[in-house]
């Protein structure tokens, strides 16, 4: 419970949030789709600042790009077409993988990515995409590679007065790509204790691209740029699918958990990996 | 401070705390249908409609509720697809301790007001954040395949 909140404002645009964030010097946070928040033991947040009605929930396809409103409920991605369309439907098998439907209805995009659990779906699959991310502060507007954001716990990045408007992905990389993202847990809609997103596109049985990331393994999700590219222009059999997933178990960094240890995390990464390249 | 909600088709002020989630104000109000079993979002026993969508009231700030419009098991009797829901759930014997049943339906009804004829994949979908620790879901999820029988039926009469 929140002991000491105080105040809720709702404001008629993002100059004025970015106002009261400032004013609240880390004491006001944004309500996302507050699945967090309402759980949050805290005594030092006094105020939160409703995000939800700046026109911050969309899912935009420019032709070049595809932009996602902070605001989008992970269920409004599910609904989108552009969304199913886009890179082999990789977004929507993410988000597939989100908690239950109840929780789908209530999670954002923003909210995901800036509560940065173990388990947040949407990290890894947004750092496969080179997807970016673009905030607003009391300095003006910014865009973040996922590869920065994701490379801290964003609260570090982010000032106290910023607030996440989009994500952005170029759509040109992703042309004839196949995609899977697996969700290893102990139930459907228990939190992932391992996260597979990969995105493969072959010509002639040949690798033209291929890109890997991990989570719920370690507290930040992980991509895996220098093998991927090892194996550009090789082609694809059973050996090789072998060797990459061997490759990235090895070098991921994975911590134990209550609900399986790291050599099992382990193996099991490697087999799921291993299939998905050979499968899609 | 207050907030003013539409209500089962009734408009309602309600007084709330700012930390208030909106499961604890519609019990504190009488709403008793809108039970409380983890206040984690896990288990669906809180699952109130929110213009329309199915959400934990556990979790849904009681403030974001100001000016939405709000449906709970009390408002489905003389609902069309509700009150089918509520007999077929009877027919089937979908319903043993009761405790998940409003929420089962309420997660139903949202299904097959998007949904006219939903396969069981998009049963177990609509419901896989609705926790029931009696029936083994068999029973609710053909309650939920008649229901869509029945309202489809009563469609083409
Ligand atoms: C039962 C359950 C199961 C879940 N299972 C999964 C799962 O399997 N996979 C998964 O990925 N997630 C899962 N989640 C969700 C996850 O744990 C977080 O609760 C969720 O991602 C937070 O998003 P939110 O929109 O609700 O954020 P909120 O709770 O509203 O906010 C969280 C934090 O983000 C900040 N914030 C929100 N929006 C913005 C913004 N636009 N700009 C800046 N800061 C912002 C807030 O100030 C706050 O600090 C589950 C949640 C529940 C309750
Ligand atoms: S009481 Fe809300 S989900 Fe369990
Ligand atoms: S009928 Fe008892 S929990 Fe579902």
């Known amino acids: 419970m929140l002991r000491n909140l105080k105040n809720y404002y709702r404001v008629k645009n993002l100059s004025e949030a970015v106002k009261v964030l400032k004013k609240g010097k880390g004491r006001i946070i944004p309500l996302g789709g507050a699945t967090t928040i309402s759980k949050l033991d805290s005594k030092n947040i006094e105020g939160l600042l409703e995000l939800e009605n700046l026109g911050l929930s969309y899912v935009k396809d420019d032709g070049k790009k595809i932009k996602i409103g902070s605001m989008t409920t992970i269920s409004e991605l599910l609904d989108s077409k552009v969304i199913e369309k886009f890179a082999d439907g990789f977004l929507k098998k993410a988000a597939l993988t989100v908690g239950s439907t109840l929780n789908r209805n209530m999670i954002t995009v923003g909210g995901n990515i800036y509560q940065l659990y173990l388990w947040s779906s949407l990290p890894p699959a947004f750092l496969d995409l080179d997807a970016k991310i673009k905030v607003i502060g009391s300095k003006g507007r910014r865009t973040i590679k996922a590869e920065e954001f994701f490379s801290k716990l964003p609260r570090k990045i982010l000032s106290y007065d910023e607030i996440i408007t989009e994500v952005e992905i170029d759509k040109d990389k992703f042309k004839g790509v196949k995609s899977e993202f697996i969700k290893f847990s102990k139930t459907k809609t228990a939190y992932p204790v391992i996260s597979i997103a990969v995105i493969l596109k072959k010509l002639n049985k040949k690798i033209k691209e291929l890109r890997i990331a991990l989570g719920s393994l370690s507290p930040l999700p992980q991509r895996f740029e220098d093998i991927e590219k090892e194996y550009i222009g090789k082609e694809l059999d059973e050996r090789i699918a072998e060797e990459i997933a061997e490759k990235i178990v090895n070098k991921a960094k994975i911590v134990p958990d209550i609900r399986a240890s790291i050599e099992y995390k382990k193996e099991v990464t490697k087999n799921i990996l291993k299939d998905i390249i050979l499968s899609i | ?157």
């Open chain 2, 1 to 157: 401070m207050k907030i003013k909600v539409l209500i089962n088709k009734e408009e309602k002020e309600f007084e709330v705390r700012v930390n208030d989630v909106l499961l604890d104000v519609l019990r504190r109000n009488g709403y008793y249908g809108v039970k409380c079993g983890c206040r984690e979002g896990e288990c669906g026993a809180c699952t109130v409609l929110v213009d329309g969508k199915p959400v934990t009231s556990c979790l849904y700030p009681a403030v974001r509720a100001e000016g939405k419009s709000i449906t709970t098991i009390e408002g489905i009797e003389n609902d069309k697809i509700g009150s089918v829901l509520q007999e077929v759930f009877l027919e089937e014997g979908a319903v043993q301790c009761g405790f998940c049943t409003p929420g089962m339906i309420l997660s139903s009804k949202a299904l097959l007001e998007k949904n006219k004829n939903p396969s069981e994949e998009d049963i177990k979908l609509a419901l896989d954040g609705n926790l029931c620790r009696c029936t083994g879901y068999v029973k609710i999820i053909n309650a939920v395949k008649k229901a869509s029988k029945k309202l489809r039926e009563r469609r083409e009469k």
